[in-house]
């Protein structure tokens, strides 16, 4: 069951997350998962509590990046991050196919897409 789990999340990183998405991650989640050792629950704490962390970022990069613009470029920004989570969610969705291993991707995958979500709201605002 180990192996299994193991080889799961190597495919889940492996199909999740393309090259240099592993930078939009913090630290912690890294040694979070290597600390794992590939058990399925443990993997599934460590992608909840980094998901929480890279949600919270991303709403407070929407927050600053809607404040200073015009009505009409906040009005823009609001539609491209509602459809962003539409795709986002049916996205990441396709991964789950209801077992242990579906899950685990399609929850890598939520918390891979809020990231380097965050990170691009981040560099808008920094432009």
């Keep these: 069951m180990k ?8 495919c889940v990183l492996v ?4 090259a240099k998405a592993e ?19 443990m993997m599934q704490d460590c992608i909840s509590a980094e998901y929480e962390k890279q949600d919270e970022r991303l ?4 927050r600053l990046l809607l404040a200073p613009l ?8 609001r539609d491209a991050q509602r459809k962003w989570l539409t795709f986002r969610d049916a996205n990441c969705g396709l991964y789950d196919d209801g077992g242990s291993a579906g899950r685990l991707a399609a929850n890598e995958c939520l918390l891979t897409h809020t990231a380097r979500r965050a990170a ?7 432009d």
């Design 3 to 10: 192996v299994f789990a193991c080889c799961a999340a190597a």
């Design 15 to 18: 199909l999740v997350l393309p």
């Design 23 to 41: 930078e939009a991650v913090s630290k912690s989640y890294s040694e979070c998962m290597e600390k794992s050792g590939g058990v399925t629950p």
């Design 59 to 62: 709403n407070t990069a929407y």
């Design 70 to 77: 015009p009505e009409k470029r906040k009005a823009l920004a």
């Design 120 to 126: 691009e709201l981040e560099a808008l605002k920094s």
